[in-house]
């Protein structure tokens, strides 16, 4: 059984910022991708960040430059820094874990660029 619980989401200002949180509990293999996607209103879940565990990140072209990814394979927790918020990084962020052919999610947590 694998678990995923993200915390961090919220209401903040444009140009703000925030982190995201996954900690993730279970049975975790050595070799993974872990990784943020996000849903808005009408639309498509959409990948937002991943990162494996050999160390590589890849990031969606809207939030390059704005969004670090990084993990704690430790701790099995995997973050995101978020800076220089927009309105349109409105959305419900899920984490996911993706191991030999099978993916977890999270429950999400809301995260609202408003002024």
């Known amino acids: 059984q694998v678990q995923l619980v993200e915390s961090g989401g919220g209401l903040v200002q444009p140009g703000g910022s925030l982190r995201l949180s996954c900690a993730v509990s279970g049975s975790i293999f050595r070799i993974n991708i872990m990784g943020w996607y996000r849903q808005a209103p009408g639309k498509q879940r959409e990948l937002v960040a991943v990162?494996?565990?050999?160390?590589?990140?890849n990031y969606a072209d809207s939030v390059k430059g704005r969004f670090t990814i990084s993990r704690d394979n430790a701790k099995n927790t995997v973050y995101m820094q978020m800076n220089s918020l927009k309105s349109e990084d409105t959305a419900v962020y899920y984490c996911n874990l993706q191991q030999y052919g099978v993916n977890y999610w999270g429950q999400g947590t809301q995260v609202t660029v408003s002024s």
């Open positions: 990162s494996t565990s050999g160390g590589s990140s």
